[in-house]
């Protein structure tokens, strides 16, 4: 098998950036964060679609017993 040249020159890179990494440097993402960002994503779909939902039947500008708007009858 033959190593790639630039690896060990990577790995060598990646050593020196972790000896510089100080205790306010932002981590990389986990799972769980993931996790609680879908579940901050679907209850906002969620409430939109209850909103969405209470407008369509509670819509004042229709009485229900004629297809034109209330306010635009003659």
């Known amino acids: 098998m033959s ?3 630039g690896s ?5 890179m ?6 510089e990494v100080g205790p306010d440097d932002p981590q ?3 799972p769980r964060d993931a996790r609680r960002i879908l579940a901050i994503v679907a209850v906002a779909i969620a409430i ?6 209470w407008m369509f039947f509670n819509n004042v500008r229709y009485d229900g017993t ?3 708007p209330v306010a635009e009858r003659r």
């Open 3 to 5: 190593i790639d040249p």
């Open 28 to 30: 990389p993402t986990r």
């Open 14 to 19: 990646n050593r020196e950036a972790a000896h």
């Open 8 to 12: 060990e020159r990577i790995r060598r």
């Open 48 to 53: 939109a679609g209850v909103v969405l939902g």
């Open 66 to 68: 004629s297809p034109a």
